[in-house]
């Protein structure tokens, strides 16, 4: 294995933990998300533990898949590359920050409420704060960052470098401007994230993400000028 098909790979596999651990976060989150009364209620603690190490886990990945990616992107063009990057942790940053808000509510049933707590109005309005601050996080994270990086920039990259189809990376640099301007709709109040309006405007730049994880993963880059100086370097 070469090292361009190496780091194509590693680059998938990270990609590949952003899809695999962030979907299950939600399901896991539910009690604390969904559920008003949580806070001052038996809790389901464990579980919510568990979402929080896998949004954690996606963090990690979300950073590194840009990481890999950086010394090859940048030979394409270095500006774009590192904004690819910057937005990369900017989102991870904002998934953390809703992480923590999460995990609070959690301290706060276990510490000060639970079942028979002494002030459970305030306690269900604290967090219900927490998670709105989650609610939000998921919006600047995940929904513009992942259109502006991972769509625009990645897709912007990709496609002038050639390290990918031509037709593949198009989705990016149609899906990314689509989820921003979702995201946009959504902050403004036009419509909720939840909607199916929303989803239907984010799904190129699933389709995007998805496909380009595929590809890292069981094709690798296609030659490129970007990749010619290594091969020359390896062959000599």
């Not at 998938?12 to 009690?31: N, V």
């Not at 809790?43 to 950086?70: C, P, W, Y």
Request: glycine residues 10%; hydrophobic residues 55%.
């Amino acid at each position: 294995m070469d090292l361009h098909r190496r780091t194509s790979l590693i680059a998938g596999i990270f990609w590949a933990f952003t899809f695999i651990f962030s979907i299950p976060a939600l399901y896991f989150y539910d009690p604390v998300l969904n559920h008003v009364n949580y806070i001052v209620g038996a809790g389901a603690d464990t579980r919510v533990a568990v979402g929080a190490l896998f949004e954690i886990i996606l963090v990690i990945s979300g950073i590194a898949s840009a990481i890999v990616l950086f010394p090859i992107l940048k030979r394409q063009n270095e500006a774009a590359a590192l904004g690819y990057v910057a937005s990369r942790i900017f989102e991870s940053t904002i998934i953390a920050v809703g992480i923590i808000s999460v995990l609070s509510v959690v301290t706060l049933r276990q510490d000060i409420g639970g079942a028979g707590a002494a002030d459970s109005g305030s306690l269900i309005i604290a967090g219900r704060s927490l998670v709105a601050i989650h609610k939000w996080t998921f919006l600047l994270g995940p929904a513009f960052c992942a259109g502006l990086g991972n769509g625009l920039l990645l897709g912007y990259l990709m496609y002038t470098s050639g390290l990918v189809p031509r037709r593949m990376a198009l989705l990016g640099l149609i899906g990314g401007p689509l989820a921003v301007a979702t995201a946009i709709a959504v902050l403004f109040g036009a419509y909720d994230q939840t909607s199916a309006i929303n989803s239907l405007f984010t799904v190129p730049e699933i389709l995007w993400e998805a496909s380009l994880t595929l590809w890292l993963l069981f094709k690798g880059f296609k030659p490129s000028p970007i990749l010619a100086r290594d091969r020359s370097i390896a062959a000599g």
